[in-house]
Nanobody, 115 residues
């Protein structure tokens, strides 16, 4: 089983920036698709950004141009750089790993955006 540990969440003013990190255990990180998901209170979890093992990225329309997903295979870590944050970006951010039939989730990190 792969363990994912997120960090970097916190409280930020609207217009500010945060960088989330997700460190993965094990040896399959470099061949896995990694993703960031967000769950706001009372809402379903939604996909925010993904990056394949080959570096191809995909973003939700709501974050395009503001968020950037990246990965460092040497550190088994995926990042989410979030700029120009808006109150609607608030929620718990979860890291996700997918490889074949394996799906793993982190415990989540809280992001709060004050207006």
């Amino acid at each position: 089983q792969v363990q994912l540990v997120e960090s970097g969440g916190g409280l930020v003013q609207a217009g500010g920036s945060l960088r989330l990190s997700c460190a993965a255990s094990g040896s399959i990180f470099s061949t896995s698709t990694m993703g960031w998901y967000r769950q706001a209170p009372g809402k379903e979890r939604e996909q925010i950004a993904t990056i394949t093992s080959g570096g191809n990225t995909n973003y939700a329309d709501s974050v395009k141009g503001r968020f950037t997903i990246s990965r460092d295979n040497a550190k088994n870590t995926v990042y989410l750089q979030m700029n120009n944050l808006k109150p609607d970006d608030a929620g718990v951010y979860y890291c996700n790993l997918r490889r074949l039939s394996l799906v793993s989730w982190g415990q989540g990190t809280q992001v709060t955006v004050s207006s």
